[in-house]
């Protein structure tokens, strides 16, 4: 082979290690269901989207939004919408301890939102031994 067609080869395994680290494996990004931001009570059980316990514990689209998901259904790859994240956005303000708390005592969050919300809490100085309710 020649060294011109190895540069070439060389550029083109490289060009796509390149594009497939920017493509990940197929997956795109999990946002909000739609049923947890639209100010419907989808399942009819008087919640609505925030207020409402699926939403609160799961609003994620690979789930069932206002119907509750399965924990062995639910997505736990890297490219899912941070639960402890929407918790903050959708919280009234001042309001943002209790349901940091909530989320901590009811274990709603996976390691990563755990962590951060302890930083928020710490940071914070909020003491969730009080019951934040």
Known sequence: ????YQSGAIVAIFLLLIASAFSGSGQTAIGIHEECEDAMDNDLDGDIDFADSECFFYPFEDGNA????PIDQRYTGSLYV???DW???????????????FGLDSDAYNDDDESKAMNWVNENNVDCSQGQL
């Open 87 to 101: 918790h903050l956005e959708q919280t009234p303000p001042g309001l943002e301890s209790g349901t940091i708390c």
């Open 66 to 69: 206002e119907n509750p998901t």
């Open 1 to 4: 082979m020649s060294k011109v």
């Open 82 to 84: 941070s639960l402890f």
